[in-house]
């Protein structure tokens, strides 16, 4: 079996397997109780939260919280500011749908951040929208769709640089543990990130804030400095640091890694007729590949790699019922009739560059076979 | 060592830890993805789900979603209707702070649930008190504080014969899987439960509503029939479906163990001079025991009883930074002298009575170790 779909879900990293089933069986205690046990869960939350801050370069005053999923965190960035209808926010139609959904719900003005043909954010063009009335900036460090690796934290300083008053958010789902980032600017107010996409297990997520968050998440017993209660899971806690430690240690190998991976993909295609690759190499993380092939429907070929036990996607997991027009595909720039033809190839640690060429050669008898079906090739 | 704070967190059950592994390693997916594993996985939450409608009986109907924590849930439960300062609700101050607090903060009209002197909620009193203005009836089944077990599905059936507008939530995190209950009646508009209570691990808990909830709880991408975006960590679920599996298949093993282990230290110190059990063992979860220990601060005990390996709890893990006057003791009518001197200890499947005989000299010798220092004895 080959899983290409690791912007979905990574399987989790050996290390972290080994981290998450001690602490199952050894971290049992309630991190809120008076003992020692406690006690010592505890204090151990509070060192990992300050290793988290250090993985970010945050400066002082910025704080880390614990939350169930990326999702959470990003609803709760949303959340900070009870945003009203006279209030200007810029976002993309491409970013997550937790971002979207609550935002295209909160009732204020949206309008969607331009972009060059190529996919990217047209950053002087953005720059130009801000003016007092923009309340909020939401953007995306690396987009799960089509991998395009925004400079966010330029962005951020451009935004505050325009209107010091406005709130910046970055989901940076995508993107933390597999590139670098520094919140040292003090210019984003806040940044998610998810356990499971750097190969910790499912269930933990995290979240920045620049200085204490004005709404809390959860009311109850007080946890996590009052912000979330409900009582930590100690075991995924820890298991996500040691997924971020893992990363961080060995990120630029894997970089090495994914872009031999992401090349050999790109140049078995380069002169393909009907595979094409709508966005530049340099522009995007090389986790995610995204092709397009013309005049075959993205599900028939997801089926017959599945039966050749080759696991990608069309779309990103979390948009996987839109069906026709995607608005992240058209906020890409992507035509219309191509939303049905679209591939997303996404690699983790355990791919290798056999699996790519395995799979570059199953795509090809695929596409032929379906041809043959069709008699359209 | 031994560990009695099981009611604030139950070390993992070894059939879940097999089940648990398993599904780490091998359910990597995202059950949102399109291809076959996360259809899987997809279908798979979905049998769990019915699986726990079918563990309490609930009729058609009946929802049953996955949250990450019951403190989650039961913020949740209380969302669902926008309570005014005209509307009326019943409930403790005994209850869990993940009610209390959200509860305290709504600006309803707050009335609290009369007791007997001995601690069980006043049926008749109660019963009385719902007029058409009560809009709401928030009830604990086990106290985890005194593990006083009421008839919840009693409590709500009258609560709906006398205003059939009235929602009834029932906190059933320390209930659940232990007791035996059936929401059949439909008079439970929602109840919650936790994982990490019946040996599951933490960070998945569940909610059951009586029909679809009128607000969804994190927007986004539509997991979880739409009511709670996030990507469900199918690991902590089917974990969790395997501890509420075994606790039913073994409850009333364990409901006798429990009595065993609950009665052995109960007579130990019947005769005892300073210990004292302010609540009958008839009305309580032979899963906890509360005793009081007079002129000797319970901070002091734990610490001594930590020092000889035996873990338990003064207060609820949750309300462990309360000093002073406690609202839980309170409520439950145990003076407000003897705040200082409350121990809990709550026992779980791993104990045996060994492990009580122990404790029990073990406390003894504690006592005697503290009377001779400060020469009180």
Known sequence: MIYLDNAASWPILPSVMGVLGRSLADDYAN?????????DLFERV????????????????????????????????????AFTSCDEILYSRADHPSITVPLEKSGAKLRN????????????????????????????????QSGHLEDVAALAREAKRRNPEIYVHVDGVQGFGKHAISLRDDAIDSFSLSSHKIGGPKGIAGIYFRTMPSKLL???????????????????????????????????????????????????????????????EEHCSPYIVM????????????????MEQVFCASTAACSSKIKGTNPTFL????????????????????????????????LNRVLQTISLLTHKR
């Open 331 to 362: 906020d890409l720039r992507i035509p219309e009739d191509l939303h049905k033809n679209v591939l997303r190839l996404s690699f983790g640690q355990q791919n290798s560059l056999e699996d790519v060429k395995t799979s570059c050669n199953l």
């Open 291 to 306: 092709l397009v092939v013309r005049g075959v429907s993205s599900d028939i070929i997801l089926r017959h790699l599945e």
């Open 31 to 39: 991190l809120s109780a008076a003992h020692r046990l406690g006690k």
């Open 46 to 81: 509070e060192v990992i939260r300050q290793d988290f801050l250090n993985l970010v370069d945050a400066p002082q005053g910025y704080q880390f919280y614990f939350t169930s999923s990326a999702t959470e965190s990003n609803n709760w960035a949303i959340w900070q500011r």
């Open 113 to 144: 951040i331009p972009r060059h043909m190529d996919g990217r954010i047209d950053q002087n063009q953005l720059s130009d929208m801000i003016t007092t009335d923009t309340k909020g900036l939401f953007v995306t460090w690396v987009n799960g």
């Open 218 to 280: 959860l009311h109850g017993g007080g946890q996590e400095h009052g912000m979330r209660a409900g009582t930590p899971p100690f075991p995924l806690i820890v298991a996500m640091q040691e997924a971020a430690q893992w990363m961080n240690l060995h990120r630029e190998t894997l970089w090495a890694k994914m872009q031999q991976l992401n090349q050999a993909f790109r140049s078995f295609f380069s002169t393909d007729k009907i595979i094409s690759f709508p966005f530049l």
